[in-house]
């Protein structure tokens, strides 16, 4: 058998190919911009969340202290009505 020998030659355009490549990967990196700003925003509302609920706190936790006071000392004294009249001066002051 006589041995051949052969020189193909294929070209192609390839800019069809480079655009839809071009295209997929900014369509990824829309889709990766977009759950990102939407994992932002939930930490967001997370940390609002956390602030109003420290906010409120800071309101309520003085109020809980008092009243935590005011029931010792009635503990502490054996006397409602003596301990509710030291509440009330302590109050005023």
Excluded: C, W, Y
């Excluded at 192609?12 to 939407?38: M, P, R, Y």
């Excluded at 906010?55 to 009505?81: C, D, H, I, K, Q």
Aim: glycine share 10%; no cysteine; proline share 2%.
């Amino acid at each position: 058998m006589p041995k051949a020998d052969a020189n193909i030659r294929v070209g192609a355009d390839a800019t069809a190919f480079s655009k839809a490549i071009d295209g997929l990967e900014k369509g990824i990196t829309e889709k990766l911009e977009k759950i990102g700003n939407v994992f932002m925003g939930a930490l967001g509302l997370k940390a609002a969340a956390q602030n109003i609920a420290g906010a409120f706190s800071a309101f309520t936790a003085p109020a809980a202290e008092l009243e935590n006071v005011a029931t010792s000392l009635r503990v502490v004294m054996g006397n409602a009505e003596a301990a509710e009249r030291l509440m009330g001066n302590l109050r005023r002051h």
